[in-house]
């Protein structure tokens, strides 16, 4: 199951909005992300030429309504860095 909040985005948006939730001190730390097509992803596996992260079977089976995605992301990513600076 994939699990992205409340639509459908592509690997791209989920990887921008981890980056864009992030607190960075210096912003050269950031990558800059490029978004690139299926084909022109160099990999032996065989890849859908349409993937993106989508939640309609897990709603379907378990009966979940999953809050907006940024929102989400942003509370787990504060929960994570506060962990991370604790250690």
């Not at 912003?27 to 890849?47: E, G, M, Y």
């Not at 989508?54 to 379907?60: F, P, Y």
Request: aromatic content about 12%; overall charge neutral; hydrophobic content about 40%.
């Amino acid at each position: 199951y994939h699990f992205c909040g409340d639509a459908r985005c592509t690997w791209f948006e989920f990887a921008s909005l981890i980056f864009n939730n992030l607190l960075v001190k210096d912003s050269s730390d950031t990558p800059i992300l490029t978004q690139i097509k299926t084909c022109d992803f160099p990999a032996q596996a065989v890849r859908p030429m349409y993937s993106v992260l989508d939640n309609s079977k897990i709603k379907k089976t378990f009966d979940v309504n999953p809050s907006k995605l940024s929102f989400a992301l942003s509370v787990a990513l504060s929960k994570l860095t506060d962990e991370t600076n604790q250690n």
